[in-house]
């Protein structure tokens, strides 16, 4: 089983600015697609952003313009810039890698929670 390493999250007041992290193993195979998502209470997880291995990055309506999604290749680690935080964006993030070639895999963080007080 692999494991991501999540870390970043807590409370911070609207308006202000958190970065998470997430560090997958050195063993992973490369040329995959890591990403954020989100699930608040009572609803359905979803796609915060995404980038490939390539820098091709993508964003949920909600985020664009507040979030940045990047990684650093050699580290086997994304980030997630998160400015002028709502309390909407209250929720637990979770880290993603998948990989659509063979071979292979999809796999997630244990989540990181991110608290936004009004």
């Known amino acids: 089983q692999v494991r991501l390493v999540e870390s970043g999250g807590g409370l911070v007041q609207t308006g202000g600015s958190l970065t998470l992290s997430c560090t997958a193993p050195g063993t992973i195979v490369n040329f995959n697609t890591m990403g954020w998502y989100r699930q608040a209470p009572g609803k359905q997880r979803e796609m915060v952003a995404t980038i490939t291995s390539t820098g091709n990055t993508n964003y949920a309506d909600s985020v664009k313009g507040r979030f940045t999604i990047s990684r650093d290749n050699a580290k086997n680690t994304v980030y997630l810039q998160m400015n002028s935080l709502k309390p909407e964006d209250t929720a637990v993030y979770y880290c993603?890698?998948?990989?659509?070639?063979?071979?292979?895999?999809?796999?997630w963080g244990q989540g990181a929670q991110v608290t936004v007080s009004s």
């Open positions: 993603n890698i998948r990989r659509f070639e063979i071979p292979r895999y999809d796999y």
